[in-house]
């Protein structure tokens, strides 16, 4: 049974404007989520997290926003860089666990 | 400043054949953890270790074991690989051991097994 879903594998954006990547989980106990990047080759990056005692976080052009009543997550990239294509994980831990629950990844294409 | 290192990058084993993939982290992190990418199945958690001298399973540990050495290393032993080990495998650690915060991934090791 998947925890952590992200239902679109991938995504298609043009340069400037704005790119949302979804993951839902299913887990009620997870408290902590987190978005990672990867590049082709390269191990899986942090990008940015979000506690579920908060319902938005931002990080520069990077927003992350938690709605627990839906279990729902999303990322916003604005505005699109072609720098940012790359593979995105969503993440999601429990307090009391040591284990970080992955979902499959959105491939995100930004065209110039 | 090398964070975590993973050695060898690449590997091909033959069925039945057996190997160790070496992870080692200088941050000072308590939590280790083995994952393996394959398409379209995202990362999927091998074995994890909250702190030095414990190791737990994660998801998919069938066919592997680990050992952690000490508070710095942490390996993923194959004991007789299977072409369905064919994968990705990254090792990855993190501060806290009360709950995964942030993890720090290696580059990966590609193991083809034929």
């Known amino acids: 049974d998947q925890q952590v879903k992200q239902n679109s594998p991938s995504l298609s954006v043009q340069e400037g404007r704005i790119s949302i990547l979804n993951c839902d989980y299913t887990n009620s106990m997870f408290d902590y989520f987190l978005w990672y990047k990867k590049y082709p080759a390269e191990g899986p990056t942090f990008l940015i997290s979000i506690s579920s005692i908060k319902d938005k976080n931002e990080d520069g052009r990077f927003t992350v926003f938690l709605n627990k009543s839906a279990k729902h997550l999303s990322l916003h990239i604005v505005p699109s860089q072609p720098g940012d294509s790359a593979v995105y994980f969503c993440a999601a831990s429990a307090y009391g666990s040591e284990k970080l629950v992955f979902g499959k990844g959105t491939k995100l294409t930004v065209n110039p | 400043n090398a964070g975590v290192t993973q050695t060898p990058k690449f590997q091909v084993l033959k069925t039945g054949q057996s190997m160790t993939l070496q992870c080692a982290q200088d941050m000072n992190h308590n939590s280790m953890y083995w994952y393996r990418q394959d398409p379209g199945m995202g990362l999927r958690l091998i074995y994890y270790s909250a702190s030095e001298g414990t190791t737990d399973k994660g998801e998919v540990p069938n066919g592997y074991n680990v050992s952690r050495l000490n508070k710095r290393e942490f390996s993923l032993r194959l004991e007789s690989a299977a072409p369905s080990q064919t994968s990705v495998y990254f090792c990855?650690?993190?501060?806290?051991?009360?709950?995964?915060?942030?993890?720090?991934f290696g580059q990966g090791t590609r193991l083809t097994v034929v």
């Open positions: 990855a650690s993190s501060p806290d051991r009360v709950v995964a915060t942030e993890a720090f």
